[in-house]
């Protein structure tokens, strides 16, 4: 259904007939880590994201991972170790 809240007439999955059904009934502005994203979007009603509904939860524990303006600290990624082959190799502490 269209926002009738915050971004008024775009489509949105969390609008229903009885309104927003998004936590407290309306998306939350951009925080200030996503100064400089592309998802960013402007309406009267301030700077919203996009893709989220709610960009300050995206930034708790890291990184935004729908940024385009941050890139990845480290592009490999680190495998994760089992430690029972691990153990049987010798490597473990
Ligand atoms: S994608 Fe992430 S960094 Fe970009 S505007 Fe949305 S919440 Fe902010």
Redesign the pocket.
Known sequence: MLCQTVKVDTNCLFMKKKGCSFNGGKCYP??D??DG????EEYPSGK?????A???S??LSGR???????KKENGVKKDKLNPLKASKRGLSD
Not at 37 to 40: G, L
């Open positions: 951009i925080v880590s996503c994203c592309d998802r960013i919203y994201c996009g893709y989220c709610d960009p300050g995206k930034w935004c991972n729908f940024a385009t303006h941050v």
